[in-house]
């Protein structure tokens, strides 16, 4: 930005200026500030089921061991912290990964049909053990996407499996998929919980909980939700949510399908 320029007295022909420059600090302020907190997240996370592991086995060292049914029974809690820790590092690689755009070499025209069958193949049996109906609503000639077909896989697993682990027994998880104009829309549908509306739009942070100890006790990391969103926009499509307190859930989302 120029001011009016200024006539130095002792020399008409000469003009000063000032040139101010404004930087806006604040987005990369808020980046800063996202770093920071997830750094301090995944070290609470990571340190939660640690501190535990550490608990019982050094109770266990103590003198726990010589009692059958605790021993087998701490043992029990050791083996799933383990497994939380597993799947929260799991997670964790999964997102970076993701974020660096790696596996782009291993893009592929998907076939829609067989992914989603194999993904509601593969989660039928937790379905099974609540006694969820899953509802498997795709049209029988979808047209393939193209990209990772792994991570296309991976944002199908979260959103089935967040449907039926946030829905009590004897509920139904529905799968919708159809084309409309040049895009794909697949709704993940389910009769659970619901989520309030002022959590709506925090869904998709990392680590981000309604409820975090019921979130824990079914086995999540807080990471799934930011894993789908990573990799629908690396499928250049969007995400929304529909949601009814105790009525049910509805995760849409739309991806290009590209012309031929
Ligand atoms: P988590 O590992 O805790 O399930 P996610 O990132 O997958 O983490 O989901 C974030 C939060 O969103 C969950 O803890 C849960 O509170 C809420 N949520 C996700 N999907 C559903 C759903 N289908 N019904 C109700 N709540 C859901």
Do not use: C
Not at 42 to 60: D, N, Q
Not at 113 to 140: M, Q, W, Y
Not at 174 to 187: F, P, R
Not at 222 to 232: C, D
């Amino acid at each position: 930005v120029y001011t009016n320029p200024i006539k130095l007295a002792n020399d008409p022909n000469r003009k000063i200026g000032v040139l101010i420059i404004l930087q806006d600090v604040t987005e990369m302020r808020r980046l800063e500030r996202m770093r920071k907190d997830f750094v301090a997240n995944v070290s609470h996370e990571l340190k939660t089921p640690l501190t535990s592991i550490k608990g019982f086995v050094e109770t266990l060292k103590a003198g726990a061991a010589n009692n059958i049914e605790l021993r087998d029974k701490f043992l029990n809690i050791i083996d799933i912290e383990a497994s939380r820790l597993n799947s929260l590092i799991q997670d964790l690689l999964v997102l970076s990964d993701i974020e660096n755009n790696k596996n782009i070499l291993n893009e592929e025209d998907i076939n829609v049909n067989n992914a989603i069958n194999e993904v509601v193949d593969f989660l039928s049996e937790l379905a099974k053990k609540k006694n969820i109906e899953i509802v498997n609503k795709i049209n029988g000639n979808l047209p393939s996407v193209y990209g990772n077909r792994g991570w296309f896989k991976q944002m199908m697993i979260n959103l089935v499996d967040n449907a039926i682990k946030y829905t009590t027994e004897n509920g139904k998880v529905t799968i919708i998929a159809y084309t409309i104009d040049s895009e794909l829309i697949i709704k993940i549908k389910d009769t659970g919980i619901g989520i309030e509306k002022e959590h709506i739009e925090r869904l998709f942070e990392r680590f981000y909980r309604v409820d975090k100890a019921r979130s824990r006790r079914v086995g999540g990391t807080g990471l799934g939700l930011a894993i789908v969103k990573h990799i629908v926009i690396a499928f250049k499509g969007s995400i929304k949510v529909k949601s009814k307190i105790n009525e049910g859930t509805e995760f849409k989302v739309a991806i290009p399908i590209e012309e031929k």
